[in-house]
């Protein structure tokens, strides 16, 4: 077989050419033989026909099509969140732009843990980082992998600057990283303030403040992952103030709005916290991961600094070498920014908020048909792109029924969540390629599965 030709050097780019083509029509065919946003027969099916395309995973003797095959595999047995019908979950239609970029990536194989092994990578990061921070009113940035890391960060960076007795409070309606962060960071018990109506009310939030004793981190949310709801942040970022409470703001799903001149007042407030979560692989279309912790004082960054002689010598430092270790507490790190900063720079501000603005008008014409449709609820007029809905007076088995039996035929990709005491199907719309016809036809699948 000989040795196998490198994805770079001078001959990286002919041994790639003919693979592209090899794994572009392996994704084509993967599809078609799909047939729908999601494979149809469930777990069992899915796992049984993997296994079947696959065989022997590590053959005595290499198979020049394993390529094609599992490409092709992995294709028939995805969610696609390109296929309109697949709206469950915060989980984008990359931009193929970006995904160009990534393959970049891949081939030059840069790793972000010392600058001799990242050159132009590391400044490119230091200059998209500041950029995407001064977008949400902060000063520098980190990059993560995505609201999960970055929420933990934002824990770990408050406990470092306030000391171990740092209480988290945060909304019943926050995401489920924030308390674990504090679980995973052995902080003090968490304070959840109720959210009945699904936001965290600075009034009953003042009064929780008003209890308790020692330094204390507050997180609100910007844009929760049930409903696609915005705290009233201004009125939060009052109450921090008042008991000198550090404010946290996760704006991993809303904080896209930012790009949008119609959208963008809804995070007013947002530049009032002290570390911001950003997460462009939801209203940014980046593949996975792509996501930021934003701070709005750099010494607070600091605290990561770690020494290790053959990465960052104190000598090398001082020499000028850019000092690396300090941007993550992971070594080995992938340069996600090439993908963001070829989004930002392809598209502009311009062609940015204009998809911004389509999906968040979908979620409104959405939450219409869903409205003009006699058999059907909706919760709510849509904030940001989440749609709630359920077949009218439907008990809540019958709604998780719904939804499982769309997944399994591989019809339909919805969510659920609870809300209002009740189960509710959700569509995350993100996709901007989405048409009216299509959200209609989503509305007839769940009609046409609930019983009469």
Excluded at 5 to 18: E, K, V, W
Excluded at 78 to 97: E, F, T
């Amino acid at each position: 077989m000989g040795t196998p030709p490198l994805a770079s050097g001078p001959t990286g780019s002919h041994a790639l050419r003919p693979l592209l083509d090899t794994v572009l029509d392996a994704l084509d065919a993967g599809a078609r033989a799909r047939g729908g946003p999601l494979p149809a027969g469930g777990p069992a099916a899915v796992a049984r026909r993997l296994h079947d395309a696959v065989g022997d995973v590590l053959p005595d003797h290499g198979d020049p099509h394993a390529l094609a095959t599992l490409v092709h595999a992995l294709a028939e047995g995805a969610a696609d969140p390109a296929h309109p019908l697949c709206a469950a979950h915060l989980h984008c239609p990359p931009l193929a732009v970006a995904t160009a970029a990534d393959l970049a990536v891949s081939v030059l194989n840069p790793s972000l843990d010392s600058w001799d092994q990242a050159p132009a990578a590391s400044a490119l990061e230091a200059l998209v980082t500041r950029t995407l921070a001064d977008e949400a009113g902060m000063t520098d940035a980190l990059v993560t992998t995505g609201g999960t890391e970055s929420n933990h960060l934002a824990l770990l960076l408050a406990r470092e600057r306030h000391g171990p007795r740092l209480r988290l409070v945060h909304g019943a309606n926050a995401h489920h990283s924030l308390p674990r962060a504090a679980w995973l960071l052995g902080l003090p018990e968490p304070v959840a303030v109720p959210t009945p109506a699904g936001l965290l009310d600075p009034t009953a939030l003042d009064e929780t403040l008003s209890r308790l004793r020692g330094p204390l981190l507050v997180a609100a949310t910007a844009g929760t992952t049930d409903a696609g709801l915005i705290d009233p942040l201004p009125g939060i970022a009052a109450r921090c103030r008042a008991h000198d409470a550090r404010l946290h703001i996760d704006a991993a799903y809303g904080g896209g709005l930012l790009f949008s001149d119609r959208h963008r007042p809804k995070l007013a407030g947002l530049d009032t916290a002290h570390t911001v979560t950003l997460d462009l692989h939801k209203l940014g279309w980046q593949p996975v991961a792509a996501g930021l912790l934003a701070t709005r004082e750099p010494a607070d960054l600091t605290a990561l600094h770690q020494s290790a002689d053959y990465l960052n010598a104190d000598d090398d430092t001082d020499a000028g070498l850019p000092d690396l270790l300090g941007r993550s507490p992971r070594t080995t790190r992938r340069p996600d920014i090439l993908k963001i900063a070829v989004t930002l720079k392809t598209l502009g501000r311009a062609g940015l908020a204009a998809l911004v603005d389509q999906v968040c008008d979908q979620a409104q014409e959405f939450a219409a048909l869903v409205r003009a449709r006699p058999a059907l609820d909706l919760y709510d007029t849509p904030t940001l792109t989440t749609v709630l809905f359920r077949p009218k007076d439907a008990p809540d088995d019958t709604v998780a029924a719904i939804r499982r039996r769309l997944l399994t035929d591989g019809r339909a990709v919805l969510g659920r969540a609870r809300a209002d005491g009740r189960l509710w199907l959700k569509t995350t719309l993100l996709n901007p390629h989405t048409r009216p016809h299509d959200l209609a036809a989503l509305l007839t699948l769940v009609e046409g599965h609930t019983p009469t």
